[in-house]
């Protein structure tokens, strides 16, 4: 018997059945754009993660698929500039440029699950409603993708929760 790595969240209908929250979501092209990803060249990055869990800011980055690290290091600058007019990816906006720049930590190559809320067919106009997830797992789990992941270097490494190819389901990007 294994233990799932993910949880599919549910809710209770007005008739007292069990609902999923959520379904599995593949992210691609337009439907990607719609939901928070930027497409930077032909790939598409996200923030996820935010360093202290309701900062605007994210605490790492994913881009659909294994690519090289000057990739997500290009896409990740993007989308800080498209999503928040922030140039550099040194630091957050509004942080002391005096401070000690961190070094842009490396990529990881992964494999993720989006789950999606709500699950389509039962809506529920809650504050969620439209929001995604990533869940780090082994490429051979139903639904994964590949990612290529990487935290922001303003983050700290605690706090991004990117996979560590050490310990977890991922390797160094090249």
């Not at 691609?28 to 360093?51: C, H, K, M, R, T």
């Not at 800011?57 to 800080?80: E, N, R």
């Not at 957050?92 to 699950?119: K, Q, W």
């Amino acid at each position: 018997m294994t233990t799932p790595l993910y949880e599919i969240e549910t809710s209770e209908a007005d008739d007292g059945t069990t609902v999923p929250a959520e379904c599995l979501w593949v992210p691609s092209s337009e439907d990607a754009a719609d939901n928070g990803f930027v497409e930077y060249s032909g790939l598409y990055v996200a923030g996820i993660g935010a360093p202290n869990g309701d900062d605007v800011y994210p605490g790492a980055f994913v881009l659909l698929g294994h690519h090289k690290w000057a990739d997500i290091i290009k896409a990740a600058t993007a989308f800080m500039d498209r999503v928040h007019g922030w140039r550099t990816l040194h630091l957050y906006p509004g942080d002391d440029p005096s401070v000690l720049i961190p070094r842009i930590p490396r990529a990881v190559h992964t494999h993720g699950v989006f789950l999606r809320h709500p699950h389509p067919a039962h809506p529920c106009g809650c504050e969620w409603e439209g929001t995604w997830r990533v869940v780090w797992a082994p490429p051979t789990e139903p639904g994964a993708i590949p990612i290529t992941a990487m935290r922001h270097p303003a983050a700290s490494a605690a706090s991004a929760s990117v996979p560590n190819p050490e310990s977890g389901p991922a390797t160094w990007a090249t």
